[in-house]
């Protein structure tokens, strides 16, 4: 079976087909591991039962080290071993068993023995996962083992500088995800945010599973609302830098900052059109009363699509680029619209709550993640947009809002407002996209606006 190849500058992830390399054994066959190789049995295939399928019981023993480790390399490893196991743990696609889990079996290094003890515990697969070190780089041999067949049905070999060790955790997750579940995994997305904590409000970035959090701008001013080019290469996002809140765009590979809206009192929540041509974003006019308008991603043929006396703001595009969702206040209180691209056939999608807004679509376009008032505070809720169906994600726990989609749609970002003894605080959490498994992603300052990218072009 062959996978999507993927490249970084430290990494060749090129396949190279190792068949005949023994299931049960770490061999050293093969051309140097300067790339990722495929050292999977290809007779052996994995039966996906439909979106029924209850999640894979995956047992991951302790990753074995080869030779001795240097302390940066087994650093590295540790590292390594501790985010792939969260990767997977993670995905919604397996149960893992780990060490601890698996301290109770004694195991006698014969494969048909020990395959029946981990068996024993209800396990179905086996992941096997070995490091070495040649010349100060970093190897990791990783194999996924049918227990039933005790055949080896995904494996593959990483060589790279210690310094990437999680890249290479969360390339490796990644492919174990895709394998067995046939959608790709969060593990190489990114998450932008904003946060506080450097006395001035910047846009960050951190990997999915919240690790690796560093400052794209360094405005020392306002900057927030961070919106992802579909491309993946930049961001555009809101900052008073100038003075009033003006729309930039940040290129992330070089960290050039380009204005694109800065005419005018207020320019705020962008939203790139899935092609990454166009950006609405909602503008105060002459009269002070906020629309939603459109424009080229330079900021050129800038057009006006709402004419409302209410607020209309937070304008979404959805995944087919006909649609956007906004906020509105026409009929009172703030509410989801959906209007085509062009600005007609405009409808009203929620009904429940006395304020609802920030609308985000799910990547198939069937659902809205939204923030709605029904009670006191904020919770997170769904809605279908053909049904107009909603419920609640949260209850309670503080203010919960500024939702989002990962690209795959199983999973939730959001901001939770709440005070302690120390006072009020702002994070960002994560939960899967009905509303459990529940995971609080930053700490440090007061974060919010959380937005995935999309998958790794």
Same mark, same amino acid.
């Given at each position: 079976? /062959?996978?999507?190849? @993927?490249?970084?500058?430290?990494?060749?992830?090129?396949?190279?087909?190792?068949?005949?390399?023994?299931?049960?054994?770490?061999?050293?066959?093969?051309?140097?591991?300067?790339?990722?190789?495929?050292?999977?049995?290809?007779?052996?295939?994995?039966? %996906?039962?439909?979106?029924?399928? +209850? !999640?894979?019981?995956?047992?991951?023993?302790?990753?074995?080290?080869?030779?001795?480790?240097?302390?940066?390399?087994?650093?590295?490893?540790?590292?390594?071993?501790?985010? %792939? &196991?969260?990767?997977?743990?993670?995905?919604?696609?397996?149960?893992? #068993?780990?060490?601890?889990?698996?301290?109770?079996?004694?195991?006698? $290094?014969?494969?048909?023995?020990?395959?029946?003890?981990?068996?024993?515990?209800?396990?179905?697969?086996?992941? !096997?996962?070995?490091? &070495? #070190?040649?010349?100060?780089?970093?190897?990791?041999? $990783?194999?996924?083992?049918?227990?039933?067949?005790?055949?080896?049905?995904?494996?593959?070999?990483?060589?790279?500088?210690?310094?990437?060790?999680?890249?290479?955790?969360?390339?490796?997750?990644?492919?174990?995800?895709?394998?067995?579940?046939?959608? #790709? $995994?969060?593990?190489?997305?990114?998450?932008?945010?904003?946060?506080? &904590?450097?006395?001035?409000?910047?846009?960050?970035?951190?990997?999915?599973?919240?690790?690796?959090?560093?400052?794209?701008? =360094?405005?020392?001013?306002?900057?927030?609302?961070?919106?992802?080019?579909?491309?993946?290469?930049?961001?555009?996002?809101?900052?008073?830098?100038?003075? +009033?809140?003006?729309?930039?765009?940040?290129?992330?590979?070089?960290? !050039? @900052?380009?204005?694109?809206?800065?005419?005018?009192?207020?320019?705020?929540?962008?939203?790139?059109?899935?092609?990454? @041509?166009?950006?609405?974003?909602? &503008?105060? *006019?002459?009269?002070?009363?906020?629309?939603?308008? *459109?424009?080229?991603?330079?900021?050129?043929?800038?057009?006006?699509?709402?004419?409302?006396?209410?607020?209309? /703001?937070?304008?979404?595009? +959805?995944?087919? @680029?006909?649609?956007? =969702?906004?906020?509105?206040?026409? /009929?009172?209180?703030?509410?989801?619209? *959906?209007?085509?691209?062009?600005?007609?056939?405009?409808?009203?999608?929620?009904?429940?709550?006395?304020?609802?807004?920030?609308?985000?679509?799910?990547?198939?376009?069937?659902?809205?993640?939204?923030?709605?008032?029904?009670?006191?505070?904020?919770?997170?809720?769904?809605?279908?947009?053909?049904?107009?169906?909603?419920? %609640?994600? /949260?209850?309670?726990?503080?203010?919960?809002?500024?939702? +989002?989609?990962?690209?795959?749609?199983?999973? *939730?970002?959001?901001?939770?407002?709440?005070?302690?003894?120390?006072?009020?605080?702002?994070?960002?959490?994560?939960?899967?996209?009905?509303?459990?498994?529940?995971? #609080?992603?930053?700490?440090?300052?007061?974060?919010?606006?959380?937005?995935?990218? $999309?998958?790794?072009?």
């Amino acid at each position: 079976m /062959t996978l999507a190849s @993927k490249t970084t500058a430290t990494i060749l992830l090129t396949f190279c087909a190792l068949w005949s390399l023994p299931g049960g054994a770490w061999s050293q066959q093969g051309p140097p591991p300067e790339e990722q190789e495929q050292l999977s049995d290809p007779e052996v295939s994995v039966v %996906l039962e439909g979106r029924q399928r +209850s !999640r894979f019981r995956l047992a991951m023993p302790a990753l074995q080290a080869e030779g001795g480790l240097g302390p940066q390399v087994r650093s590295a490893a540790e590292q390594l071993e501790e985010t %792939l &196991r969260t990767d997977l743990d993670r995905s919604g696609v397996f149960d893992v #068993q780990g060490p601890m889990q698996l301290s109770v079996l004694t195991l006698t $290094g014969s494969d048909d023995r020990d395959f029946e003890l981990y068996r024993s515990l209800r396990n179905e697969l086996l992941l !096997r996962a070995l490091v &070495r #070190q040649d010349e100060g780089r970093l190897i990791l041999e $990783g194999r996924v083992y049918d227990l039933a067949s005790g055949k080896v049905v995904l494996g593959k070999r990483y060589r790279g500088d210690p310094s990437i060790a999680r890249r290479i955790a969360h390339t490796f997750a990644d492919e174990i995800i895709l394998y067995f579940s046939g959608r #790709q $995994g969060l593990a190489l997305t990114s998450i932008a945010f904003a946060s506080d &904590r450097s006395s001035f409000k910047e846009v960050y970035l951190m990997d999915s599973d919240g690790a690796n959090q560093r400052p794209i701008t =360094a405005h020392k001013s306002i900057s927030m609302s961070p919106e992802w080019n579909p491309n993946g290469r930049e961001l555009a996002y809101v900052s008073y830098y100038s003075g +009033s809140p003006s729309i930039y765009l940040v290129d992330l590979s070089s960290g !050039r @900052k380009t204005p694109v809206i800065t005419t005018g009192s207020l320019n705020i929540s962008p939203s790139f059109s899935p092609d990454g @041509k166009q950006m609405a974003f909602a &503008r105060s *006019i002459g009269n002070g009363n906020a629309e939603i308008f *459109i424009c080229n991603r330079d900021g050129s043929n800038l057009q006006q699509l709402t004419h409302s006396s209410g607020i209309d /703001t937070n304008p979404a595009w +959805s995944p087919n @680029k006909r649609e956007i =969702a906004f906020t509105s206040s026409r /009929t009172g209180s703030p509410q989801i619209y *959906i209007m085509d691209a062009e600005g007609a056939n405009l409808r009203r999608v929620t009904f429940e709550g006395n304020y609802n807004d920030g609308a985000a679509w799910s990547p198939d376009g069937t659902r809205i993640v939204y923030a709605s008032r029904r009670t006191g505070s904020f919770d997170v809720a769904v809605a279908d947009v053909v049904t107009l169906e909603s419920r %609640l994600l /949260t209850n309670g726990g503080g203010s919960n809002e500024t939702p +989002s989609f990962s690209p795959d749609g199983h999973r *939730i970002l959001y901001t939770q407002k709440r005070t302690t003894r120390n006072g009020t605080t702002t994070q960002i959490f994560v939960m899967d996209a009905k509303g459990g498994n529940r995971q #609080q992603l930053t700490t440090e300052g007061n974060n919010s606006a959380p937005v995935w990218s $999309g998958f790794k072009k």
